[in-house]
Structures are given as structure tokens and as C-alpha cells.
């Protein structure tokens, strides 16, 4: 096959090479233009754009690809197929009867649950047992075409986004492989089409998403550290007795569901502040925040400005001054509202 491939971020880049290596000819791969950097750092150079490079691969990056502009290029290159994955742009008709049979989508989910920018992280947060991958028949609407092929896994218990997302780029690989091989050999499998009334969104997430929230059951704020890590990652402000404020960020942590009664809910615990008898010995936790139905053991945190730092590590430093609160946000997040919506629809 003569494909064009388009994408940009790294879920694409496993299928992509594995298209390469079967000895389908590329014509040309696109990727969304590079971010302008605003700080010394900048953003990362798109992965889809570094392994073109490394292979010697034409590729281009239009501003859309739906202009006249970049339509032509790609009829100009007479594909037989797109191969779309991680690229950050719809498709439009125009653009999708560029090539002979259309394009392909590898998605990140189990279509049609969870449609949109963010599908892996909304396989956690939703409670999801069970994620995977589909590659539709693309439509100039945003996941809804035919479903060709699926694959499924498991989603760990302990098992953050950006671990199910790479898990999920290589689910896909063969995901992809299949459904090529069936568009080569048919000429026009169109797939199944998706049930609209099972369909769930997958919105872009934002930093605000991350605000921890202690009014809510322990194993949403379980889920909200897991479906945003690595980005945008969980934070909130801790208030000392002065009422003086610091942001920490939360990179680890485990739901211990329990009566917490007694305990304010918000509060800043320290293993020495568990009252006696409320969890085994054996599982009170250095440091947690006691949430509406239990605590939250934090293993891993970062004061904002200082490196990360062990549960122990920040209890020799900072229990003395304490206790702390969790303190409420003017601005909080609808997340985990949404969270429990879904939940109860289940």
C-alpha cells in the first residue's frame, strides 16, 4: 500500500514503524506544526516529526490540513490509504477523498466510549476495569467512524495514564496491521458501525483538572491522581495554623478507605496523628489526607520550587509546623463532579 501517515505525538509512533518495517511504501508523513517555544525549555519536538527524520522519511507539517493548499499536496502524492494516529486535527470529507480509500484512525479507547483528545486518561477516571484500542473508518466526525478492528486489556489497579497509554501504543500495532491488510485486500471495508447511544467524551484536559478536593470518596481522588499522571499531575495548597498557604504537588499516592469519624475531613494526618485502632499497624500511613470516606496515602510529594520528596522525607521537614489543612480552592474543578456523574451512570 502507498500510504500517507499523519500524527504527531508518541501513541503513533510504534504503529507507524511497524507499517515501515512490513514494506508499505510512505509517501509522505504530516505532523502538526511545532509549538513555539514561550520559555528557554519550550515544548518537546514532536516524536512522529524526529522518527521521519531518523528514517529518511519526507514529511511535512501544515498549519491544517484541510486548506486547498495542503489537500493538493496530498492528492499529489496519489495515496492509497491515510494512516491517522495522535495527530490533533479532523479530518474533513475533502480531505479524507484525497487518497483511494480514505483514511484509518487508531484511537485510544474502546469506541464509541470515550470520544475525544484525552481517551486513556478518561479510561481511569471514569473507573474503567477494561481499556483498548479501535481503528475506525474515519468520518469528518470527531471518532464516530466504523469501528474495522478493536483490541482490549485490562487496566491495572496501581497503573497511571501514561503507563496504559504506552501499554495501549503497542496494543495497537497490530490493531493497525489488520486493519490495512483488510482495506488492501477488500478495497473497501467500511467496519461496524458504532452504537451512538454508548457513547462517551473524552474532553482536553486542563492544569485546573488536577485540584485535589478532600470532600470527595478516596477512590475518586485515586483515580484523578491516575488519569492525570504524567500530565497535568494533582496539586493543592497546604494551610499551616499561621494560615500561611504553600502549594505541594502529589505524584504518588493510595486510597485507604476507612471511618475517619474523628478526623477533620481535609486535614493534614501524620503517622503519629492516627488515632489508635482506625487502620492495622501495619498499614497507617506516614502522611495522608483524610478525605470523606477514608484517608489518602501520599507516598511521593513536591513543595512547589523543591525537588520531589518521600512521605518521610517531607514529615522530618515539615510536621512540627503543623498541623496543615487542605485548603478549599476558590476555583475548583468540575472533574471530579463529572467523575461522579459517570459513575452512578455506569
Not at 2 to 17: D, I, N, W, Y
Not at 120 to 144: C, E, F, K, R, Y
Not at 193 to 205: I, S, W
Request: glycine share 8%.
Amino acid at each position: 500500500m502507498r500510504l500517507v501517515l499523519m500524527g504527531t505525538g508518541p501513541f503513533a509512533v510504534p504503529s507507524f514503524e511497524a507499517l515501515r518495517s512490513d514494506g508499505h511504501e510512505i509517501a509522505c508523513v504530516i505532523t502538526r506544526p511545532e509549538v513555539i517555544a514561550v520559555s528557554k525549555k519550550g515544548p518537546p519536538p514532536s516524536p512522529v516529526r524526529l522518527w521521519a527524520i531518523e528514517h529518511g522519511l519526507r514529511h511535512q507539517s501544515p498549519e491544517s490540513i484541510n486548506t486547498p493548499d495542503s489537500m493538493e499536496l496530498v492528492r499529489s502524492l496519489r495515496p492509497d490509504l491515510l494512516v491517522v494516529c495522535d495527530y490533533g486535527q479532523i479530518l474533513s470529507s475533502e480531505a479524507l477523498e484525497t487518497s483511494r480509500l480514505g483514511g484509518i484512525n487508531l484511537h485510544g479507547s474502546l469506541l464509541p466510549r470515550h470520544r475525544g483528545a484525552a481517551p486513556v486518561q478518561w479510561s481511569i477516571l471514569s473507573g474503567d476495569t477494561t481499556a483498548g484500542v479501535s481503528v475506525i473508518h474515519m468520518t469528518p466526525g470527531l471518532d464516530a467512524g466504523p469501528v474495522i478492528q478493536f483490541d482490549t486489556t485490562p487496566i491495572e489497579p496501581s497503573e497511571h495514564a501514561g503507563e496504559l497509554e504506552q501499554r495501549l501504543s503497542q496494543l495497537g500495532v497490530n490493531t493497525v496491521r489488520q486493519s490495512v491488510l483488510l482495506l488492501s485486500q477488500s478495497g473497501g471495508v467500511t467496519g461496524v458501525q458504532q452504537d451512538k447511544t454508548l457513547t462517551t467524551k473524552a474532553p482536553r484536559l486542563s492544569k485546573m483538572d488536577g485540584q485535589i478536593r478532600c470532600e470527595y470518596p478516596v477512590r475518586l481522588l485515586d483515580r484523578q491522581l491516575r488519569g492525570l499522571q504524567p500530565w497535568p499531575g494533582c496539586f493543592c495548597e497546604l494551610e499551616s495554623p499561621a494560615g500561611n498557604r504553600f502549594r505541594v504537588i502529589v505524584h504518588q499516592g493510595q486510597p485507604l478507605p476507612c471511618r475517619v469519624d474523628s478526623l477533620g475531613v481535609g486535614t493534614v494526618v501524620f503517622k503519629a496523628d492516627v488515632p489508635a485502632g482506625l487502620l492495622d499497624s501495619s498499614s497507617v500511613p506516614v502522611l495522608s489526607f483524610v478525605c470523606s470516606d477514608g484517608l489518602f496515602s501520599i507516598s511521593a510529594i513536591q513543595v512547589a520550587g523543591k525537588k520531589s520528596m518521600t512521605a518521610d522525607e517531607f514529615a522530618r521537614g515539615y510536621s512540627k509546623n503543623g498541623p496543615y489543612k487542605v485548603a478549599t480552592a476558590a476555583n475548583t474543578t468540575k472533574l471530579l463532579d463529572t467523575m461522579l456523574q459517570r459513575e452512578s451512570a455506569r
